[in-house]
């Protein structure tokens, strides 16, 4: 077993305990096929041991797809991605004095060059899992960075 295949299993493992596949959350493995060939022809390249984790269907058409080495957002024509290495916290963009906890569906990611990035889920197990399994790489990069 390669290291990504190490870390893609042990991603799965901290969404499917702290959280859950919804409707339009769940392991990649579990998308169905012509989603899954929508995303790779979309996506320029994917390194050689790079593996996809999670997608994320957007109610607006889009996808994010968090891989082993990024998170990509894809949206039309327009293609954005963030090197998980540069995460440096994720917590909840909305208040939760403003919004009732089942209802956080939007996740703010803090890099270490001071940038914020957004990742929206469905509400509920599916944004703890995703939460969770995003602040793994935080909590990654703040070991190897001691």
């Known amino acids: 077993m390669t290291q990504n295949e190490r870390l ?7 969404f499917r305990r702290k959280g859950q ?23 320029r390249f ?9 997608a994320i269907l957007c109610q607006h058409g889009g996808m994010t797809i968090i891989t082993t080495n990024r998170i990509i957002w894809l949206g039309g024509e327009k293609t954005d991605e963030l ?4 995460i ?7 208040s939760m004095a403003l919004v009732k906890k089942e209802n956080l569906n939007r996740l703010r990611l803090s890099t270490a060059d001071g940038g914020e990035r957004f990742v929206e889920t469905e509400p509920g197990p599916p944004f703890w ?5 995003i602040g793994h790489f ?8 001691r």
């Open 129 to 133: 899992g995703t939460w969770n399994l």
């Open 8 to 14: 893609k299993s042990t991603l799965l493992a901290i």
């Open 138 to 145: 935080a909590v990654l990069n703040q070991r190897q960075n």
């Open 21 to 43: 596949a919804g409707c339009s959350t769940r392991p990649f493995d579990e998308v169905e096929e012509s989603t899954k060939r929508a995303f790779l022809g979309a996506v």
């Open 88 to 94: 440096c916290r994720v917590e909840p963009a909305q």
């Open 46 to 54: 994917m390194e050689p041991d790079e593996l996809a984790v999670l």
């Open 83 to 86: 090197s998980v290495e540069k």
